[in-house]
């Protein structure tokens, strides 16, 4: 050791350290030799920050990032860092969820899995990114239908409208379908999908309040009549607040049959009495003296695993058109807050209360629905009450075995066993 100390040319090895009595020291080196050991000095094995660092995620360091992503990190009551690896399913999880939009198909995976990457990718925001997150929603639509969205409630959300209708028109299998107070108008891409196949299933559809006129329901309702194909499943239709539907547009509603829910209020009708005795003779539907419930929007709200995702496209779309905050004198601020008070009271479908005052209530019902609070029928005898009861009780077991084979004809997807889905959480 002196030999390499003393020899002039020798690289510089670095700090050596010396054990001695049990303690560690730290060897400096001159140019003269060997100086006397310095004051002892407590060793590190790693630098002061290095467990903040590993604990901390930083967005800009993807490396660091995908370091601390395998690992959960705790700590003790003792204030010492412990982790602990990830299981493999979730670290497959994350993976595929960060490149959810390059799968190719999800048709034949299982229900339960697809859930939960549909779940990370949303908590990722993967649904939010143009162009990715469109490709990555219809990957699962096409699959999985119903499951994603059953019901959609759009009320009042045009700017969600306007800047995700492609993402919108991939939903499939729609049952309820809200778009009130839109002002959507007789030629917007939304109201021609609604009459393609892909939304054949729908049986609630709320229309009040967007500018339609006699022309945008002959449109909508053409599959129906010509080709015995679109919205030919409706039991329930709002057409309320639109003024420019008259008499001769309540004409074409007529080739729904399947109709048990009728709202007109609000329209131009000129003889209202022809028209209820049109719908009374042709589709059986009869005028309700009393406001029905089925119209008060509660029962419409978004179901399904893309609830979340609608939120967060509203939020989105609300930032993004939020107005910068402007200094407003003491002069401007009446008209500036009498100016948010109109622009509030319009989002509330003004036309309701107007045009309610004039033709009144205009809602219709099938008469068949309420035949069972008649009066008439308390006087009937046991026997024949008890034969409609046990018609009715086979018609219902024969539609749900009926529905029952379609929708297993319909499924496309896997449902895991209980000792596949344990089997798969011990890896």
């Not at 660092?53 to 009551?77: G, P, S, V, W």
Request: charged share 30%.
């Amino acid at each position: 050791m002196s030999y390499y100390l003393n020899s002039e040319h020798h690289l510089d090895p670095g700090p050596i350290y010396v054990r001695e009595s049990g303690q560690l020291h730290m060897v400096s080196l001159a140019l003269d030799g060997v100086s006397s050991l310095q004051q002892p000095r407590p060793f590190r094995l790693f630098p002061k920050g290095f467990s903040v660092e590993l604990c901390m995620n930083r967005e800009d360091d993807t490396a660091q990032k995908e370091k601390t992503d395998h690992f959960i990190f705790t700590y003790t009551r003792e204030g010492n860092l412990r982790y602990s690896a990830r299981s493999l399913f979730s670290l497959v999880l994350g993976f595929i969820s960060d490149n959810v939009d390059h799968i190719d198909s999800l048709i034949g995976f299982p229900e339960q899995i697809a859930e939960k990457l549909f779940s990370a990718a949303e908590a990722r925001q993967k649904f939010t990114e143009p162009g990715a997150g469109l490709r990555a929603l219809q990957k699962f639509t096409e699959a999985y239908g119903s499951l994603v969205l059953c019901s959609l409630c759009l009320r009042n959300r045009y700017l969600v409208i306007s800047e995700k209708l492609e993402e919108i028109k991939s939903f499939r299998e729609l049952t309820r379908l809200d778009l009130s107070c839109c002002k959507l108008g007789d030629e917007h891409e939304l109201l021609e999908h609604l009459t393609n196949e892909a939304l054949s299933s729908v049986t609630q559809l709320h229309l009040k309040d967007n500018c339609l006129s006699d022309a945008g329901v002959r449109k909508m309702t053409a599959p129906v009549r010509v080709l015995k194909r679109g919205l030919e499943n409706l039991t329930l239709l709002d057409l309320s607040c639109n003024p420019d539907i008259t008499d001769a547009g309540i004409g074409y509603l007529l080739s729904f049959r399947k109709l048990s829910c009728l709202d007109i209020s609000g329209t131009g009708l000129k003889d209202i009495k022809a028209v209820k005795h049109k719908l009374q003779t042709h589709i059986g539907l009869v005028h309700s003296k009393v406001p029905l419930k089925e119209f008060d929007h509660s029962n419409c709200k978004t179901e399904g695993w893309a609830d979340q995702i609608v939120l967060q496209w509203e939020r989105v779309t609300t930032e993004a058109t939020k107005p910068r905050k402007v200094a407003v004198s003491r002069k401007a601020s009446p008209y500036f807050y009498r100016k948010r008070v109109l622009e509030e009271a319009s989002r509330k479908c003004p036309l309701a209360d107007t045009h309610m005052n004039s033709s009144g209530k205009l809602q219709f019902y099938k008469e068949k629905a309420l035949d069972c609070h008649d009066p008439l029928l308390k006087r009937e005898g046991a026997s024949s009450h008890e034969a409609k009861k046990g018609k009715k009780r086979v018609f219902e077991e024969s539609e749900k075995e009926q529905n029952n084979s379609s929708q297993s004809s319909k499924q496309k997807y896997v449902c895991l066993t209980v000792e596949d889905w344990d089997l798969l959480n011990s890896y």
